[in-house]
């Protein structure tokens, strides 16, 4: 697929996943969009889709092949694992999907030495997201900065 076709691809995709468009999302990954192709300064879109909640569009984009542990670099507030993001906001069923499709539960932001999914939970505090990650092997870093 040409470059500049993608690119239109991927702006089309992360505008279906802020709108929670799970239409939208179908249709762009079946045209051909990468999963994990980077948006702006280095956003993914299944980061986008778990701190924004959208438990049905991050199980589309897991299904169409996106990497549940991708650590997102996008500018401020747009950083980190999709566990980690989902988890920083409760979103109980993104964390749900997350874990089914292979992400690691102990994987730590900032490439390796942030905090974890579950020290995201508990500072919410979101005790079922805490629970869930728990009961998936998930510990504590012991860091809260």
Excluded at 55 to 60: E, F, G, N, S, W
Excluded at 104 to 126: F, I, K, M, V, Y
């Amino acid at each position: 697929m040409k470059q500049r076709q993608q690119k239109k691809l991927s702006q089309r995709l992360f505008h279906a996943i802020l709108g929670g468009d799970t239409a939208a999302v179908t249709a762009v990954l079946r045209a051909g969009v990468d999963p994990n192709k980077l948006y702006g300064e280095g956003t993914t879109p299944l980061y986008l889709a778990s701190v924004t909640g959208e438990a049905d569009i991050a199980r589309l984009l897991l299904k169409a092949g996106a990497s549940p542990d991708t650590e997102s670099s996008g500018g401020f507030g747009s950083e980190g694992t999709p566990l980690c993001a989902a988890a920083c906001w409760g979103r109980t069923e993104t964390v749900r999907e997350l874990l089914a499709h292979g992400a690691d539960p102990n994987r730590r932001e900032d490439h390796g030495t942030g905090r974890s999914p579950l020290d995201w939970a508990n500072e919410g505090p979101h005790p079922a997201t805490a629970e869930l990650l728990t009961a998936a092997g998930a510990t504590a870093s012991g860091r809260t900065t």
